[in-house]
């Protein structure tokens, strides 16, 4: 049980355009999710934290509107980086708070994000 | 401020032999912590968790980990590696309820690496 998933697991763009990523809790349902940036050989930086039917919250520093994250289902988180730049190539890992241990983060498997 | 320190970067270690990875946390709430194992290009796995109670807990593939509160410490040991153990572990604190603003804190992780 718990398992997160995450799609596309790899994918490389142009510049200027806009990546969709999905984070799905495959057997249970999270009312919170969690966007990560991981950078090579460094660790995990909080994004964002995702509820369900409500509006994200950012962390300091990183741009709401460059990254647009959905929350529409208790199984489904949406990630999206608009108008990508090289800048932005990085690993993007979500988490999912629940699972019948609802401290536990359960961790999707990542997107590996290439921008041209 | 609420920070993961794990001193150690990287660690070889012979097949065999036994292992134990330093975390120390600085948390102003009563702590959950966590330890994660991440192959590479991969998501993280959930080794072991703390909330409360015996401060020795299991986990999964042969892992334990010790809670010293009077040292801020959550080391994570095994007592005989096997070569399928070589990843990044990180350790984590948390808090609960995985609130916003309360997210999981990583450390930078630690490079476990087995040599034959």
């Known amino acids: 049980g718990a398992v997160v998933s995450q799609h596309p697991s790899r994918v490389i763009c142009k510049s200027g355009t806009s990546v969709k990523i999905e984070c799905r809790s495959l057997?249970?349902?999270?009312?919170?999710m969690f966007w990560y940036r991981q950078f090579p050989k460094q660790s995990l930086m909080l994004m964002a934290t995702?509820?369900?039917?409500?509006?994200?919250?950012?962390e300091q520093g990183v741009e709401k509107d460059k990254f647009l994250i959905n929350h529409a289902s208790l199984t489904l988180s949406t990630l999206t980086v608009t108008s990508a730049h090289p800048e932005d190539s990085s690993f993007y890992i979500c988490s999912a708070l629940g699972g019948g241990a609802t401290d536990t983060q359960y961790f999707g498997p990542g997107t590996r994000l290439t921008v041209l | 401020a609420q920070s993961v320190t794990q001193p150690d970067i990287h660690i070889t270690v012979s097949e065999g032999a036994s292992l134990e990875l330093r975390c120390n946390y600085s948390?102003?709430?009563?702590?959950?912590l966590f330890w994660y194992v991440q192959s590479p290009g991969q998501g993280l796995q959930l080794l072991l968790k703390y909330f409360s109670g015996d401060t020795l807990v299991q986990g999964i593939k042969g892992f334990e980990a010790e809670f010293k509160r009077s040292q801020s410490s959550f080391n994570l040991r095994k007592p005989s590696v096997h070569w399928s153990d070589a990843a990044e572990y990180f350790c984590a604190v948390g808090a609960k309820g995985g609130q916003a603003g309360t997210a999981l804190i990583f450390g930078k992780g630690t490079t476990l690496s087995v040599s034959s």
């Open positions: 995702s509820n369900e039917g409500s509006k994200a919250t950012y």
């Open positions: 057997d249970f349902q999270a009312t919170t």
């Open positions: 948390y102003g709430a009563t702590p959950y």
